[in-house]
């Protein structure tokens, strides 16, 4: 008698109940993939253990299709109808070799058939059969498929959409082709990199665009009459009272991505043509593949500070800048730059954006009055030696954190500033006294996100030196500086940038600035001090990537300001 699945489980050190065996033996047969990903989804068995224990009795390798690269050359050998019917997605072209991933890569009939269909040698690996479905959706939506989506919808449906009264075009909300639609635009929006997606009505049609690098680009138009159960079952999903139409609404969902879901947050108020939405797509749920600090594009002259500082014992650690500027990011980094099993992290966050291992994480609750001071309190009795506090945003959290880094804990905040030298003078009009900030205090770190050029279409110019005397002190030298930019291709769909880069400003506080901030001293006399110490505004580090080939002038014009060099005297 052959191996079971729970034996060889056992055989890996991986324990399995009774309970969650006989329940996955409930709906698959013993010794079937069925089962294995019955344990999958059940989280009693962890997805890497499975498909590796599975791969090894096929004999087949296995690959994530939403975790590798997959070429257009590869998608276009198969119509996505195919794909759907035989629940496989092409991978990759290799000279006359098409790679497909398949729940059942020894299914030698429909290896036959793909061959016949694709004019190619099919090499079968295997992938989990919700890994396909998931995959075959997220990469054949294009522009040009949900394009057609909608034209289709409007052109069947747009007889009875224009005899529909608004309280019946918002029931359609469940009807199977507008989920289609909804799925398809959120699908299209993970693929091309999108934070935010925003749905506008206007006077005549509804506008959809995608916030993608920082930058909003419209994609669609949809009709008027589409707008309402769109929104319907955008609310639907999202646990929102669909008959409300006058006050603002905010939400959350998720969708699956294989073994995992994709997040999303969303925002709808009211304006003068209807409700206007915007989902933020948030991170993957259980990601746990952070980006370390040195992986950032920090430079140098900030890193090394930066990494000594958030070895400190105690004292306070902010990251400063506007709603998606990357604060999150960089602070998961700092934490997992520090976390050991000899160190006690805690974290206090609004929303919990990834979980970490090893962290203790706890989000607040407005609606039970679970606030951010009421979890730091709380806090400081279960024995912390790092806290993250998501936001400081009133006075008695900022007082509790403030005392907490003077009693023996290191404790990460974000404010929303301008720079990092107002953060100080921050804290002191919420109500801290001088004297409890200028000794808390560590470090203030500061940074925005631009549009980094994209690598496919980067090009090198001289700029006119008018230009450059904007930005640089000497252009009368013989040798100025080439920039960059990119001239648009269809890897960056035509906008010249793909992916973002970070310009940082980093102020340690030094006893010099320690003895302005108890005197209350102005952020001017501040940021003389900090430049004394080797500080350098956001936009000296904008430039300094700008020459490297990262970004345009035209980035940085956007996203930091100008900051004259302060007289020392």
């Given at each position: 008698?052959?191996?079971?699945?729970?034996?060889?489980?056992?055989?890996?050190?991986?324990?399995?109940?009774?309970?969650?065996y006989?329940?996955?033996?409930?709906?698959?047969?013993?010794?079937?993939?069925?089962?294995?990903?019955?344990?999958?989804?059940?989280?009693a068995?962890?997805?890497?253990?499975?498909?590796?224990?599975?791969?090894?009795?096929?004999?087949?390798?296995?690959?994530?299709?939403?975790s590798?690269?997959?070429?257009?050359?590869?998608?276009?050998?198969?119509?996505?109808?195919?794909?759907?019917?035989g629940n496989?997605?092409?991978?990759?072209?290799?000279?006359?070799?098409?790679?497909?991933?398949?729940?059942?890569?020894?299914?030698?009939?429909?290896?036959?058939?793909?061959?016949?269909?694709?004019?190619?040698?099919?090499?079968?690996?295997?992938?989990?059969?919700?890994?396909?479905?998931?995959?075959?959706?997220?990469?054949?939506?294009?522009?040009?498929?949900?394009?057609?989506?909608?034209?289709?919808l409007?052109?069947?449906?747009?007889?009875?959409?224009?005899?529909?009264?608004?309280?019946?075009?918002?029931?359609?909300?469940?009807?199977?082709?507008?989920?289609?639609?909804?799925?398809?635009?959120?699908?299209?929006?993970?693929?091309?990199?999108?934070?935010?997606?925003?749905?506008?009505?206007l006077?005549?049609?509804?506008?959809?665009?995608?916030?993608?690098?920082?930058?909003?680009?419209?994609?669609?138009?949809?009709?008027?009459?589409?707008?309402?159960?769109?929104?319907?079952?955008?609310?639907?999903?999202?646990?929102?009272?669909?008959?409300?139409?006058r006050?603002?609404?905010?939400?959350?969902?998720?969708?699956?991505?294989?073994?995992?879901s994709v997040?999303?947050?969303?925002?709808?108020?009211?304006?003068i043509?209807?409700e206007?939405?915007?989902?933020?797509?948030?991170a993957?749920?259980?990601k746990?593949?952070?980006?370390?600090?040195?992986?950032?594009?920090?430079?140098?002259?900030?890193?090394?500070?930066?990494?000594e500082?958030?070895?400190?014992?105690?004292?306070?650690?902010f990251?400063?800048?506007?709603?998606?500027s990357?604060?999150?990011?960089?602070?998961?980094?700092?934490?997992?730059?520090?976390?050991?099993?000899?160190?006690?992290?805690?974290?206090?966050?609004?929303?919990?954006?990834?979980?970490?291992?090893?962290?203790?994480?706890?989000?607040?609750n407005?609606?039970?009055?679970?606030?951010?001071?009421?979890?730091?309190?709380?806090?400081?009795?279960?024995?912390?030696?790092?806290?993250?506090?998501g936001?400081?945003?009133?006075?008695?959290?900022?007082?509790?954190?403030?005392?907490?880094?003077?009693?023996?804990?290191?404790?990460?905040?974000?404010?929303?500033t301008?720079?990092?030298?107002?953060?100080?003078?921050?804290?002191?009009?919420?109500g801290?006294?001088?004297?409890?900030?200028?000794?808390?205090?560590?470090?203030?770190?500061?940074?925005?996100?631009?549009?980094?050029?994209?690598?496919?279409?980067?090009?090198?110019?001289?700029?006119?030196?008018?230009?450059?005397?904007?930005?640089?002190?000497d252009?009368?030298?013989?040798?100025?500086?080439?920039?960059?930019?990119?001239?648009?291709?269809?890897?960056?769909?035509?906008?010249g940038?793909?992916?973002?880069?970070?310009?940082?400003?980093?102020?340690?506080?030094?006893?010099?600035?320690?003895?302005?901030?108890s005197?209350?001293?102005?952020?001017?006399?501040?940021?003389?001090?900090?430049?004394?110490?080797?500080?350098?505004?956001?936009?000296?580090?904008?430039?300094?990537?700008?020459?490297?080939?990262?970004?345009?002038?035209?980035?940085?014009?956007?996203?930091?300001?100008?900051?004259?060099i302060?007289?020392?005297?």
């Amino acid at each position: 008698m052959s191996i079971t699945i729970r034996e060889e489980l056992e055989a890996r050190h991986v324990l399995i109940s009774n309970e969650a065996y006989s329940l996955a033996l409930a709906s698959a047969k013993e010794n079937s993939l069925d089962l294995l990903e019955s344990l999958i989804e059940s989280e009693a068995v962890p997805k890497d253990v499975a498909c590796h224990l599975w791969s090894n009795r096929l004999g087949r390798a296995y690959v994530n299709p939403l975790s590798t690269i997959i070429s257009n050359e590869a998608i276009a050998s198969l119509p996505i109808e195919i794909a759907r019917k035989g629940n496989v997605m092409p991978l990759y072209v290799v000279e006359d070799g098409l790679t497909v991933a398949m729940p059942d890569p020894d299914d030698e009939v429909l290896v036959r058939r793909l061959a016949a269909i694709s004019g190619k040698q099919i090499s079968p690996v295997f992938c989990l059969s919700n890994e396909v479905r998931d995959a075959i959706e997220l990469h054949y939506s294009t522009d040009q498929s949900v394009q057609e989506l909608i034209a289709q919808l409007e052109r069947s449906q747009g007889t009875i959409l224009a005899k529909l009264n608004p309280e019946d075009l918002e029931g359609m909300g469940g009807s199977e082709s507008i989920i289609g639609l909804c799925n398809a635009i959120l699908y299209l929006a993970i693929k091309e990199r999108a934070s935010d997606i925003h749905i506008e009505p206007l006077e005549s049609h509804t506008n959809i665009r995608f916030r993608v690098d920082g930058r909003l680009q419209e994609v669609f138009q949809i009709a008027s009459a589409l707008h309402a159960p769109l929104n319907s079952r955008i609310k639907i999903v999202s646990d929102l009272n669909i008959s409300e139409s006058r006050f603002p609404q905010d939400g959350r969902f998720s969708i699956p991505l294989g073994a995992e879901s994709v997040s999303f947050r969303v925002s709808v108020i009211p304006s003068i043509y209807g409700e206007k939405i915007v989902l933020r797509i948030l991170a993957l749920t259980g990601k746990k593949d952070f980006q370390s600090l040195d992986q950032m594009f920090i430079s140098q002259t900030i890193l090394e500070p930066f990494k000594e500082v958030i070895r400190s014992p105690n004292g306070m650690v902010f990251v400063t800048g506007p709603t998606g500027s990357g604060k999150s990011t960089t602070l998961y980094a700092a934490l997992h730059e520090i976390n050991t099993p000899d160190v006690n992290i805690c974290t206090i966050e609004d929303p919990i954006e990834a979980r970490m291992d090893g962290v203790i994480q706890s989000q607040v609750n407005a609606k039970i009055d679970l606030n951010f001071s009421t979890l730091l309190r709380s806090l400081l009795r279960q024995d912390p030696d790092v806290m993250l506090v998501g936001e400081i945003r009133d006075f008695e959290t900022a007082k509790i954190a403030t005392e907490a880094a003077l009693t023996g804990h290191l404790v990460f905040s974000t404010l929303h500033t301008n720079n990092a030298i107002q953060a100080v003078v921050r804290l002191i009009e919420l109500g801290i006294e001088p004297y409890m900030v200028a000794p808390s205090i560590l470090a203030v770190m500061a940074q925005r996100l631009a549009a980094r050029i994209c690598v496919n279409c980067k090009q090198a110019y001289m700029p006119e030196r008018d230009v450059l005397g904007r930005y640089f002190n000497d252009c009368e030298s013989a040798h100025l500086p080439f920039l960059y930019h990119g001239v648009g291709c269809g890897h960056c769909r035509q906008t010249g940038y793909f992916g973002r880069i970070a310009f940082h400003e980093l102020a340690l506080i030094t006893e010099e600035m320690r003895t302005l901030i108890s005197a209350n001293s102005s952020d001017h006399q501040l940021g003389v001090a900090a430049r004394r110490a080797g500080y350098r505004p956001l936009r000296y580090d904008a430039l300094k990537k700008a020459l490297l080939g990262f970004t345009t002038l035209e980035e940085i014009e956007s996203k930091t300001a100008t900051e004259w060099i302060l007289d020392e005297n």
